[in-house]
């Protein structure tokens, strides 16, 4: 397990029995974030304020580049695995369950993506919109309301890239300035 550095503030990086995450070095976690067990983070992803991985019944892993912005709930079951792929964006308050995020897909602020769900590659899930079990949301496609609907062939990649470009300087940004005052 790798534990970075910690800003002036012991992170809470917990290991549940014999489970224990594994941190890319370059990762920046902040350390009101919650990461437990069976939890593995790539290089140069981010995980912010108040957002909580727990993988307690399953593995939970995030890619490469990928941010998990802050208060969202990264959680799993037993049977399905959480993966969240290479440069993603994952909005403030997202919950995530038992779902994969392949590379390159934004999950916008609010929503909920759960049990078996696939958001393909390039593929955006609107804010506060819900993906319930089993659904896929095709590469290119939004899914936009409750439950979601999809619309076709109506992403714009660059906004996807732009988000993951934005977080990954802050990456670098916090892990060399962000010091605790009090």
Known sequence: MV???CYGADMA???????????????FIHPEAVIIG???????SSVWPCAV???DEGGITVGARTSVQDGCVIHTIPESPTTIGNECVIGHAVHLEGCIIEDHALVGSGAVVLHRAVVR??????ANAVVPGGKEVPGHAMALGVPAKIRE?????DEITEGVEH??????QYREELRRLD
């Open 3 to 5: 534990r970075g550095r």
């Open 13 to 27: 990086i917990y290991a549940l029995g014999d489970l224990q995450p594994r941190i890319d070095p370059s990762a």
């Open 38 to 44: 069976d939890v593995t983070i790539g290089p140069e």
């Open 53 to 55: 991985l727990r993988g």
């Open 121 to 126: 590659s390039w593929g955006l899930v609107g």
């Open 153 to 157: 062939n109506t992403v714009n990649v």
């Open 167 to 172: 977080y990954v300087k802050r990456v670098h």
